[in-house]
């Protein structure tokens, strides 16, 4: 099984950037479709952005043009560039990963990480 730990969030101001990074250990990363979801409090878990085993990716509309994912499968890796920030874009982001079918038929399971806090204020 794969584990997750993600980084990077903190305190912006609208227009700023930030990049949050997964990192990924236990298991072969290249296995696994990776994506990013947000909450805010009170909220139910939406996605944002993901990218397959692959590489193909998937943007949630509110993010397109302003959010790129990447994976560096070489570090085990999961990237959130998010550029051009805005206040609705302030949650806790979750990196979560979904292993694909070969896996799931040997019994793994899909994994979130323990999640960042984005704030974007003024």
């Known amino acids: 099984q794969v584990q997750l730990v993600e980084s990077g969030g903190g305190l912006v101001q609208p227009g700023g950037s930030l990049r949050l990074s997964c990192e990924a250990s236990?298991?072969?990363?290249?296995?696994?479709?990776m994506g990013w979801y947000r909450q805010d409090p009170g909220k139910q878990r939406e996605l944002v952005a993901q990218i397959t085993s692959g590489g193909s990716t998937n943007y949630a509309d509110s993010v397109k043009g302003r959010f790129t994912i990447s994976r560096d499968n070489a570090e085990n890796t999961l990237y959130l560039q998010m550029n051009s920030l805005k206040p609705e874009d302030t949650a806790v982001y979750y990196c979560n990963a979904k292993p694909i079918k070969v896996l799931i038929a040997l019994g793994y399971r899909e994994v979130w990480g323990q999640g960042t806090l984005v704030t974007v204020s003024s």
């Open positions: 236990g298991s072969i990363f290249t296995t696994y479709n």
